[in-house]
């Protein structure tokens, strides 16, 4: 499965942003969908997760709160509402699809395909 994020950008504390990341070459019902995050000389950082059906939901305790994870299977895409933001939430943000047993998956080891990436900055 290829996996393309897109909606980051500029923007200000306080300010919300929508991530989108579009599946394609296999359904993205088959997979779990996580959020991670890596700010520069930091290590990747789980931000969320969803389950393949979109009941179970997993947050990072930096966004829990502040951050919702949704899906759309039928339009193959995965969200992340980022509301609330603040300057430590500015990193690169990654989408990544899990065929994992698990019901959700907040380790990196877990996911087998990551998306490209897109910088999310936030401004003080």
């Known amino acids: 499965v290829q996996l393309q994020a897109s909606g980051g950008g500029l923007v200000q504390v306080g300010d919300s942003l929508r991530l989108s990341c579009v599946a394609s070459?296999?359904?993205?019902?088959?997979?779990?969908m996580g959020w991670f995050r890596q700010a520069p000389g930091k290590e990747r950082e789980f931000v969320a997760a969803?389950?393949?059906?979109?009941?179970?939901?997993a947050y990072g305790d930096n966004v829990k709160g502040r951050f919702t994870i949704s899906r759309d299977n039928a339009k193959n895409t995965v969200y992340l509402q980022m509301n609330n933001l603040k300057a430590g939430d500015t990193a690169v943000y990654y989408c990544?699809?899990?065929?994992?047993?698990?019901?959700?998956?907040?380790?990196?080891?877990?996911?087998?395909?990551w998306g490209q990436g897109t910088l999310v900055t936030v401004s003080s």
């Open positions: 070459g296999r359904t993205l019902s088959s997979y779990i």
């Open positions: 969803i389950s393949r059906s979109g009941g179970t939901t």
């Open positions: 990544a699809a899990s065929q994992s047993l698990a019901v959700v998956s907040i380790s990196t080891s877990k996911y087998d395909y």
